[in-house]
Nanobody
Framework: QVQLVESGGGLVQAGGSLRLSCAAS????????MGWFRQASGKEREFVAA????????YYADSVKGRFTISRDNAKNTVYLQMNSLKPEDTAVYYC???????????????????WGQGTQVTVSS
């Protein structure tokens, strides 16, 4: 059974940092595009960042560009999201997602992702 488990969320003051982790099990995702999405209360889920299987290409939403960094450790079957200079508007449940197809590229469309984690809450206080 494939599982994506996020961790690292919590409460932080504006300007602070958090590092989210997404550990995959049940299969390897070393050759799959992976991404992070978030959903704030009362809003639709939105794209945050994505990384290609080769670790060469990364993509970011304009709202997080320059503050967030996505990375992966294929040996650990884990993807990370380093979040710096956090703002109250970053408050949301953050979801990790993975594509099922090998050698899949990173995309910003949630419809392209086949596996999802349960989410981890990030709250940024002002």
């Amino acid at each position: 059974q494939v599982q994506l488990v996020e961790s690292g969320g919590g409460l932080v003051q504006a300007g602070g940092s958090l590092r989210l982790s997404c550990a995959a099990s049940g299969r390897t995702f070393s050759r799959n595009g992976m991404g992070w999405f978030r959903q704030a209360s009362g809003k639709e889920r939105e794209f945050v960042a994505a990384i290609s299987w080769s670790d060469v290409r990364t993509y970011y939403a304009d709202s997080v560009k320059g503050r967030f960094t996505i990375s992966r450790d294929n040996a650990k079957n884990t993807v990370y999201l380093q979040m710096n200079s956090l703002k109250p508007e970053d408050t949301a449940v953050y979801y990790c997602a993975a594509r099922a197809t090998a050698y899949s590229r990173a995309t910003y469309s949630e419809q392209d992702y086949d596996y999802w984690g349960q989410g981890t809450q990030v709250t940024v206080s002002s």
